[in-house]
Nanobody
Framework: QVQVVASGGGLVQPGGSLRLSCAASGFTLDAYAIGWFRQAPGKAREGVSCIRSSDGTTDYADSVKGRFTISRGNAKNTVHLQMNNLNPEDTAVYYC????????????????????WGQGTQVTVSS
């Protein structure tokens, strides 16, 4: 069964850190671009950080640059999102997704190419 499972969300105070994990089964995650997206209440879903399989190119939303780091895990078939210095504006449901299309994209986090989505994990930043 092909699936991606996001985990690692939770409640954290402003300035704190969380590490999200995206675990894939039924396919080799290394072969595809993998992205983290988030959706806050009342807002559109946005790309947070993505990594391209072919050359390891990464992409970050301006709002998270310098605070978030995407990486492929030591455990096979995982991708992590290390989130540091979190602030309340980071509160959202975070989703990981895979690009099975392989189409050319203007940037790595081009959402239109991500066609396989997992369930989300809630991240809440609050004091």
């Amino acid at each position: 069964q092909v699936q991606v499972v996001a985990s690692g969300g939770g409640l954290v105070q402003p300035g704190g850190s969380l590490r999200l994990s995206c675990a894939a089964s039924g396919f080799t995650l290394d072969a595809y671009a993998i992205g983290w997206f988030r959706q806050a209440p009342g807002k559109a879903r946005e790309g947070v950080s993505c990594i391209r399989s072919s050359d390891g190119t990464t992409d970050y939303a301006d709002s998270v640059k310098g605070r978030f780091t995407i990486s492929r895990g030591n455990a096979k078939n995982t991708v992590h999102l290390q989130m540091n210095n979190l602030n309340p504006e980071d509160t959202a449901v975070y989703y990981c997704a895979a690009d099975f299309t392989g189409r050319d994209a203007p940037y790595v986090c081009y959402e239109g190419n991500y066609d396989f989505w997992g369930q989300g994990t809630q991240v809440t930043v609050s004091s």
